[in-house]
T-cell receptor, first 116, second 117 residues
Framework: NAGVMQNPRHLVRRRGQEARLRCSPM?????VYWYRQLPEEGLKFMVY????????ESGMPKERFSAEFPKEGPSILRIQQVVRGDSAAYFC??????????????FGEGSRLTVL | AQTVTQSQPEMSVQEAETVTLSCTYD???????LFWYKQPPSRQMILVIR??????QNATENRFSVNFQKAAKSFSLKISDSQLGDTAMYFC??????????????FGKGTHLIIQP
């Protein structure tokens, strides 16, 4: 049973380019979360999605960032016109539909974005 | 809004010793979960232990146990018989129990634990 799969593991972009990070949740999980980790910091919540719905995007920057979780395929975190401050590790986590019972999220290994 | 505070940026102990990592949090809610996550050099986030706020009994997982003081809003992690593989960043995290689904985790800034041989 594969865990949460994120790709790419490492991504290098120049300022102004677009970055797309993908996340396939664990089998049977319908909830996806994206977190950002800056150096020497804990993870910061960005967005919470269910299939075809954004439930909570209170942690997402208002501009350049977007996320989706389509009916088919992985969740995608998209960063347009990247800047150096976007350099970070981006983690995806998933939970089953009844996550309120366990309260547990399952994390992927993260995607490290470096903006030159 | 919830906040999580870890006041120890770094700790170092000898192998086989017992170490306690501190965590305090602030919330006005009564139903929530608390977690300790481990992030080794591989950077993957691994759940160490979980505590439901409505449970008075402290959670235990093998060498890992917590001291949960709800009134004091304190949630410390004790690692007994520490091993070299315990070297990692440890993050304390808080999650509201919204009843309709998890609302996401709020993390502390982490404690870098180093186990010396």
């Amino acid at each position: 049973n594969a865990g949460v799969m994120q790709n790419p593991r490492h991504l290098v972009r120049r300022r102004g380019q677009e970055a797309r990070l993908r996340c396939s949740p664990m089998k049977g999980h319908s909830h996806v979360y994206w977190y950002r980790q800056l150096p020497e910091e804990g993870l910061k919540f960005m967005v919470y999605l269910q299939k075809e719905n954004i439930i909570d995007e209170s942690g997402m920057p208002k501009e350049r960032f977007s996320a989706e979780f389509p009916k088919e395929g992985p969740s995608i975190l998209r960063i347009q016109q990247v800047v150096r401050g976007d350099s970070a590790a981006y983690f995806c986590a998933s939970s089953p539909q009844d996550s309120s019972v366990t309260g547990e999220l399952f994390f992927g290994e993260g995607s490290r974005l470096t903006v030159l | 809004a919830q906040t999580v505070t870890q006041s120890q940026p770094e700790m170092s102990v000898q192998e086989a010793e017992t170490v306690t990592l501190s965590c305090t949090y602030d919330t006005s809610e009564s139903n929530y979960y608390l977690f300790w996550y481990k992030q080794p050099p591989s950077r993957q986030m691994i759940l160490v232990i979980r505590q439901e706020a409505y449970k008075q009994q402290n959670a235990t997982e093998n060498r890992f146990s917590v001291n949960f003081q709800k009134a004091a809003k304190s949630f410390s992690l004790k690692i007994s018989d520490s091993q070299l593989g315990d070297t990692a960043m440890y993050f304390c995290a808080f999650m509201l129990d919204s009843g309709g689904g998890a609302d996401g985790l709020t993390f502390g800034k982490g404690t870098h634990l180093i186990i010396q041989p």
